[in-house]
Nanobody, 123 residues
Framework: QVQLVESGGGSVQAGESLRLSCVIS????????VGWFRQAAGKEREGVSL???????KYADSVKGRFTISKGNPEISLYLQMDSLNAEDSGIYYC?????????????????WGQGTQVTVSS
């Protein structure tokens, strides 16, 4: 069974940084995309960034130049370095995996999700 466990959330001031981590276990295939999503209170879940198994990354416009996604091998581990945080970055951050190569940040295309980790940025 595929499982995802996030960690690294917290409360910071605007302009500070956080690094999120996600460990993905139980996925036994070589083709995949993994990504980060977030959901602010009262809003729909939105895609933040994704990376595929060979390291090609994609970012939402709102985080380009501030966030960096990376992953580890051979065990799938996923990271999100978040710099220059602002209040609009607050929300619950989820990691997710797509069973195959997915290049869209539309949450409906993603198969399995973690429980999420809270990020709160105070201005």
């Amino acid at each position: 069974q595929v499982q995802l466990v996030e960690s690294g959330g917290g409360s910071v001031q605007a302009g500070e940084s956080l690094r999120l981590s996600c460990v993905i276990s139980g996925y036994k295939y070589t083709t995949y995309s993994v990504g980060w999503f977030r959901q602010a209170a009262g809003k729909e879940r939105e895609g933040v960034s994704l990376i595929d198994e060979i390291g090609r990354a994609k970012y939402a416009d709102s985080v380009k130049g501030r966030f960096t996604i990376s992953k580890g091998n051979p065990e799938i581990s996923l990271y999100l370095q978040m710099d220059s945080l602002n209040a609009e970055d607050s929300g619950i951050y989820y990691c997710a995996i797509a069973y195959g190569m997915v290049t869209t940040l539309d949450p409906s295309y993603w198969r399995k999700w973690g429980q999420g980790t809270q990020v709160t940025v105070s201005s």
